[in-house]
């Protein structure tokens, strides 16, 4: 993961208005700009890493630890059931000899 900051800045004073608006030149300089790149994955080195950092992800993974088994189980349990109604809808037409449409099954 990794963060960007852009920090730009730029100003036009606002021409009065009796002049026509100006047109931009080519040539034209840009305000200098900073950017800033982050490797997050640094901190989750627990030697180097930030140690706060690493305490709380410990907590906010074990608090969450249940959450992630049941979504895991329920993926699971999706992909079985989704296995069986293959089997099946693929038995059916066999028993039909073929005579089955199954570009209109979308699993």
Same mark, same amino acid.
């Given at each position: 993961?990794?963060?960007?900051?852009?920090?730009?800045?730029? $100003? +036009?004073?606002?021409? %009065? %208005?009796?002049? %026509?608006?100006?047109? %931009?030149?080519?040539?034209?300089?840009?305000?200098?700009?900073?950017?800033?790149?982050?490797?997050?994955?640094?901190?989750?080195?627990?030697?180097? &890493?930030?140690?706060?950092?690493? #305490? #709380?992800? &410990?907590?906010?993974?074990?608090?969450? *630890?249940?959450?992630?088994?049941?979504?895991? *189980?329920? *993926? *699971?349990?999706?992909? $079985?059931?989704?296995?069986?109604?293959?089997?099946?809808?693929?038995? !059916?037409? +066999?028993? +039909?000899? &073929? $005579?089955?449409? !199954?570009? #209109?099954?979308?699993?």
């Amino acid at each position: 993961m990794a963060i960007l900051t852009v920090s730009v800045s730029a $100003q +036009r004073t606002a021409a %009065p %208005p009796s002049q %026509p608006a100006s047109t %931009p030149q080519a040539n034209a300089t840009l305000p200098t700009s900073k950017i800033a790149l982050i490797y997050s994955d640094a901190f989750l080195d627990p030697k180097t &890493g930030i140690a706060k950092f690493n #305490v #709380v992800l &410990g907590t906010l993974n074990r608090e969450f *630890q249940k959450q992630k088994d049941d979504l895991t *189980q329920m *993926q *699971q349990r999706s992909k $079985q059931l989704q296995d069986e109604i293959t089997k099946a809808i693929s038995t !059916l037409c +066999r028993r +039909r000899r &073929g $005579q089955c449409d !199954l570009s #209109v099954i979308d699993l």
